[in-house]
């Protein structure tokens, strides 16, 4: 099993569709939970950090289920400009600074 | 931005040479992560370094190596290069390193081995 899943995209929407994206991760005694968003030929950003009591800033929603060991990202009335690859990322545990990325999920959005 | 630079943006090498790819983390920040990010793929945490320490190591073979310098800046170099070395390679740096610290990433150095 890969230590970070996601879905393998890509996902092509109309603006304004609701779009989830969906992450599983292996190790249970992972501790911290990101999801960057990465620009065709950029680097990766972070979007937001993932807490047990779910986030939201702004259309961005994300939520985390440790007994599943599942992340997600909710992009509501979604933008042109939203289209990027979003990347879930766990932390590595007993290991400083190692974040384990996903393979990255491909969003476009159309007008 | 992210106030983390990275040189050059570009470099081309045959197998076999050696590479020196550099970073400048942001202001006060004393803690430096490298990754290699192939084509279609996530970033894949090489090392960290902590005060000019190493102070975490990915799966990656001892001809990977770094420095880091009092100015927090810092140094990946890799020897004996084999194509499939092919790959953007990021900095990150962060204030403290600790497992929920946002790490700042650099704009990257793609590097295309021949």
């Known amino acids: 099993r890969k230590e970070v899943e996601q879905d393998p995209g890509p996902f092509n929407v109309p603006e304004g569709a609701t779009v989830a994206f969906n992450c599983t991760y292996s190790?249970?005694?992972?501790?911290?939970f990101f999801w960057y968003r990465q620009d065709c030929r950029k680097e990766p950003k972070l979007l937001m950090s993932v807490y047990s009591s779910g986030n939201e800033d702004g259309r961005f929603t994300a939520q985390l289920n440790r007994a599943s060991q599942y992340i997600s990202l909710l992009i509501r009335d979604s933008k042109l400009s939203d289209s990027a690859t979003y990347l879930c990322?766990?932390?590595?545990?007993?290991?400083?600074?190692?974040?384990?990325f996903g393979k990255g999920t491909k969003l476009s959005v159309k007008p | 931005e992210t106030g983390v630079t990275q040189s050059p943006t570009h470099l081309i090498k045959t197998r076999g040479q050696q590479v020196t790819l550099r970073c400048s983390s942001q202001s006060g920040h004393n803690t430096v992560s490298w990754y290699q990010q192939a084509l279609g793929q996530g970033p894949q945490f090489i090392f960290q370094y902590y005060r000019e320490e190493e102070n975490g190591r990915g799966n990656f073979p001892p001809r990977f190596s770094g420095l880091q310098f009092p100015n927090y800046s810092s140094e990946l170099n890799v020897n004996a290069l084999e194509l499939d070395d092919s790959a953007l390679y990021l900095c990150?740096?962060?204030?403290?390193?600790?497992?929920?610290?946002?790490?700042?990433f650099g704009p990257g150095t793609r590097l295309l081995v021949l």
């Open positions: 990322v766990v932390n590595r545990p007993g290991s400083q600074g190692n974040l384990i």
């Open positions: 190790n249970s005694a992972s501790q911290s």
């Open positions: 990150a740096s962060t204030l403290a390193g600790g497992m929920r610290e946002t790490q700042y």
